[in-house]
């Protein structure tokens, strides 16, 4: 079993719908990256958890400790969200989820 | 904000030759840079962490003396591929970070390589 799982694997979407894409793990961790990749291949950190919840712009992240879960929210989606969204975390060494495809549709 | 500039971004080489793959922080001291390899339509695979001034920690299965790792410096780390085979052909990725742990992580565009 894989340490960090990530649901769906797939997502289309029409624009304007919200967008939740899942990370649980299973083993502590010090840290959570949730990453965007594009399809050229460059990848952007979009935030790092420790507890709680961040936000920037649209995007929504949550953590919570106690239930090995983490999720990222995307608000009012846009075609230029369409990525693959990766999960990272950070325990003895850095873990990386199988990662979702977004394709959001105009 | 923090960039990192991988170089190069694509190569073609034949096989048995060594590449050489740069990583730089351009406007910070990366204490810590990570090295991945992504094969196609896959998630990222941790090659090895490096901290500048020492040696670097490879992850479980990864060749050190294949892909020799230097951070020389708080600005450059290098990824060699040594002996280079068409099973090495990948998407070489760095990040880097600056303080302690990986608090903010800021990727390097990729290197494309292709070994014939």
């Known amino acids: 079993k894989n340490e960090v799982e990530q649901s769906p694997q797939n997502l289309t979407a029409q624009e304007g719908e919200f967008i939740t894409i899942n990370c649980s793990y299973s083993?502590?961790?010090?840290?959570l990256h949730w990453l965007q990749q594009h399809p050229g291949g460059g990848i952007v950190s979009l935030f790092m958890?420790?507890?709680g919840k961040k936000k920037h712009g649209r995007l929504i992240a949550t953590i919570n400790i106690q239930e090995k879960h983490s999720s990222l929210h995307i608000t009012a989606s846009h075609p230029r969200d369409s990525a693959v969204y990766i999960c990272?975390?950070?325990?003895?060494?850095?873990?990386f989820g199988a990662g979702t495809r977004l394709t959001v549709k105009p | 904000g923090a960039v990192v500039s991988q170089h190069p971004s694509w190569v073609i080489c034949k096989s048995g030759t060594s590449v050489k793959i740069e990583c730089r922080s351009l406007?910070?001291?990366?204490?810590?840079m990570f090295w991945y390899r992504q094969f196609p339509k896959q998630s990222l695979m941790l090659m090895a962490t490096?901290?500048?001034?020492?040696?670097?920690?490879?992850e479980q299965g990864v060749e050190k003396d294949k892909f020799l790792i230097n951070h020389a410096s708080l600005t450059l780390s290098t990824l060699t591929v040594t002996s280079a085979h068409p099973e090495d052909s990948s998407f070489y990725i760095c990040?880097?970070?600056?303080?302690?742990?990986?608090?903010?992580?800021?990727f390097g565009a990729g290197s494309r390589l292709t070994v014939l």
């Open positions: 990040s880097a970070t600056q303080g302690a742990g990986a608090n903010v992580l800021t």
């Open positions: 083993v502590g961790i010090s840290a």
């Open positions: 958890l420790s507890s």
């Open positions: 990272a975390v950070m325990a003895n060494d850095m873990r």
């Open positions: 406007d910070f001291q990366a204490t810590t």
């Open positions: 490096s901290n500048e001034g020492s040696k670097a920690t490879y």
